[in-house]
């Protein structure tokens, strides 16, 4: 089982006849839900709405988060190299700006004078 505790997946079969049962023979969705052991008639209701925007197509939907394509795959890659050169770049660029205004090394000493 996946998603939540006591989560239950129905068949792509089991949904189709629940809409049937719905939209052809006029019975409730609480009716349905007990005739073919559904714990909860609300999903008979979602079933049955996505069927009448989608069609056929919604019972045919892949479940969970889609997966990343080669190429996002590469170009993700790429940019994470790209992100460390510029990282190094930019550490040995601040370390050259430091050293040239000999910051932390003062040469001369001022007197207080008042």
Same mark, same amino acid.
């Given at each position: 089982? $996946? ?6 997946? /129905? ?13 052809? #023979?006029?019975?409730? /969705? %609480? %009716?349905?839900?007990?005739?073919? #052991?559904?714990? *909860? ?8 709405? *996505? /069927?009448? #925007?989608?069609?056929? %197509? $919604? ?8 997966? *990343? ?14 992100? %460390? ?6 550490? #040995? ?12 090394? $003062? +040469? +001369? ?6």
């Amino acid at each position: 089982m $996946s998603g939540r505790k006591g989560m239950k997946h /129905y068949r792509v079969e089991i949904k189709q006849e629940a809409v049937r049962q719905v939209l052809e #023979e006029h019975l409730t /969705y %609480a %009716a349905v839900a007990t005739r073919l #052991e559904i714990r *909860k008639a609300e999903r008979i209701e979602v079933w049955v709405r *996505k /069927y009448r #925007e989608e069609g056929e %197509a $919604s019972f045919h939907k892949p479940i969970g988060r889609p997966l *990343k394509s080669q190429a996002e795959e590469r170009e993700l890659e790429r940019l994470r190299m790209e992100n %460390a050169l510029l990282k190094k770049f930019h550490t #040995e660029l601040r370390k050259v700006q430091l050293a040239q205004r000999n910051i932390g090394r $003062s +040469t +001369t000493i001022r007197k207080n004078t008042k």
